[in-house]
């Protein structure tokens, strides 16, 4: 019997799958005339990575290819050494994210805090829709780019109008057919039969070529060669597993289910590594793509091989049609996923977050915009642990314990004592004015690093000078077993000779 529902759905795949190959095409030659190669070597590395992580990665519906954010890191590299090390570079940096799969270290995603994720979903669609900008350009004799005629420049505009107002209308009509596919249609055969004069896919670049073929990069094997390769793989590598990660972790949220990120970062660098060989820049997760196939309804792995298979084809086969598609078409789309990927709600939520979340916010999106999306991430994340740093200071404190008597002074600890409260927790005690016995129960606080070990080995330190006998309260265990190998411990016989600090420690809050 014929499972209707599941037809259904290889109906929608296979539509979405079209839809993003049709949309991955302008921006694979965007992105090859940014390195300085040829639009082939784009469009090869975005047929290749999207077929292998399309098979083989740890989130289906995610979109993979040639992306904006590796390209600006490729120029230098390309320009100083040429395109063959760039062919090695990619391979190396698919090594690295093997590797870093394999370790097990995709899941340091998830130290990324929800303000960083914000300000870089929106950071992320702004740099979008700057990119679409450049389809409003021409370039002059001279290299420069200046903005199209007045008339042509309308009539682009009018155009793009039409495409995001088809897509719009197309979901309250029927959802058979994604929206966006619809829109690249109708405007397409528009501007075909009615002879419209706009820029299309073919003014950028002739997307008409053979197969890829295996090659080895053709690179001195030296230790020269290692030196010029090696930073900027790590440096691609770095900026492909943050997007590729943050992407996934982006649909997870829109699909309610969860992608497996190791996988992901494995299949990433297979992916890179067989690029390299085959003539292709290298690519990662993209989130505009990515996003007209989730919305699209696609769910399943088959949409984006199926993408990628289309984009062979039209390279193949196809492509003096494709080339007939007007820019505008594709440019509508891209504003729709600009639109649709923007966290709106984060501008109503702004004020009623903690002014330090929406700081964060803004900075990464900030930097995402002049930079790059690796080194907004990183700065998003250092500044809420610096953030989070400075609250845990400001938050601990001691209060008066039971059992304090003319010669017994109960502190109990409240907060977090690390690095950032170790000032803090110095200040919270006075060895000189306090009792012959003091007892500090840790029952309401935890010890988190070396740097809160090193404070009680300084207050003990402190406390014996003055002839003081401390008593520690309800540590952790492994607190208690740095202590004792710092010999910071007395035996609980009361024999505390041998140690100068004179401290004992008791889990149940005894002491003697």
């Known amino acids: ?33 940014v390195v300085g190669v040829h639009p082939l070597v784009g469009l090869y590395a975005a047929f290749i990575v999207g077929l292998i992580t399309a098979m083989t990665g740890g989130r289906p519906g995610m979109i993979s290819g040639a992306t904006g954010s590796l390209a600006v890191v490729m120029v230098s590299l390309v320009s100083e050494n040429g395109i063959e090390y760039l062919f090695i570079t990619v391979v190396a ?51 420069t780019h200046s903005w199209l005629p007045i008339d042509e420049l309308g009539v682009m505009i009018g155009l793009i109008a039409v495409t995001m107002t088809v897509i719009y209308l197309v979901p309250r009509l029927s959802k058979r057919v994604p929206a966006a596919l619809v829109g690249i249609v109708v405007v397409s055969t528009a501007v075909i039969l009615g002879g419209v004069n706009t820029p299309t896919v073919g003014d950028l670049a002739s997307i008409s070529g053979g197969l890829p073929e295996f090659s080895v990069p053709d690179v001195p094997w030296n230790f020269e060669t290692v030196r010029i390769v090696l930073p900027f793989a790590f440096i691609l590598a770095g900026i492909g597993l943050i997007e590729s990660l943050l992407t996934l972790s982006l649909i997870d949220g829109i699909t309610e289910s969860r992608g ?157 004592l690390c690095f950032a409260s170790v000032s803090t927790f110095r200040d919270l005690f006075n060895p000189s004015s306090d009792p012959t016995e003091v007892v500090i129960d840790f029952g309401n606080s935890r010890v988190w690093d070396h740097s809160g070990l090193e404070a009680i080995v300084d207050l003990a330190q402190r406390y014996g000078r003055s002839g003081t006998r401390l008593h520690l309260l309800n540590l952790s265990e492994n607190c208690q077993d740095m202590l004792h190998k710092a010999n910071v411990i007395a035996p609980k016989d009361g024999a505390s000779e041998d140690s100068g600090y004179r401290v004992t420690i008791s889990d149940l809050g005894e002491t003697d």
């Open 93 to 143: 940096m698919g090594v690295i994210q093997v590797a870093v799969g394999a370790l097990r270290l995709g899941n340091l995603i998830r130290m990324v805090p929800f303000p960083v994720m914000l300000g870089f979903v929106n950071g992320l669609a702004i740099v979008i829709g700057l990119a679409q900008l450049e389809s409003f350009k021409v370039e002059n004799h001279d290299g």
């Open 260 to 416: 497996q990120k190791n996988r992901e970062c494995m299949s990433q660098g297979l992916a890179n590594v067989v690029t390299g060989f085959f003539g292709g820049m290298g690519g990662c997760a993209m989130i505009g793509q990515s996003m007209i196939n989730i919305k699209s309804g696609a769910r399943m792995r088959l949409s984006g091989i199926l993408a990628a298979l289309f984009l062979l084809l039209f390279i193949l086969f196809a492509s003096s049609l494709i080339e007939q598609i007007p820019i505008a078409a594709l440019v509508g789309v891209m504003f729709v996923v600009v639109v649709g990927t923007f966290s709106w709600s984060s501008l109503r939520i702004i004020r009623k977050v903690p002014l330090s979340d929406a700081m964060v916010m803004v900075i990464v999106s900030a930097v995402t915009v002049v930079t790059d999306l690796a080194i907004a991430v990183v700065v998003g994340v250092i500044v809420s642990a610096l953030v989070l740093a400075w609250k845990t200071a400001r938050h601990i404190y001691v209060s008066p314990g039971f059992g304090t008597t003319l010669h017994r002074k109960v502190y109990n600890l409240h907060g977090q």
């Open 1 to 33: 019997m014929i499972n209707l529902a599941r037809l259904t759905q290889v109906r929608i795949e296979s539509l979405a799958g079209l839809t993003v190959a049709l949309a991955l095409v302008p921006e694979a030659v965007a992105f090859a005339f």
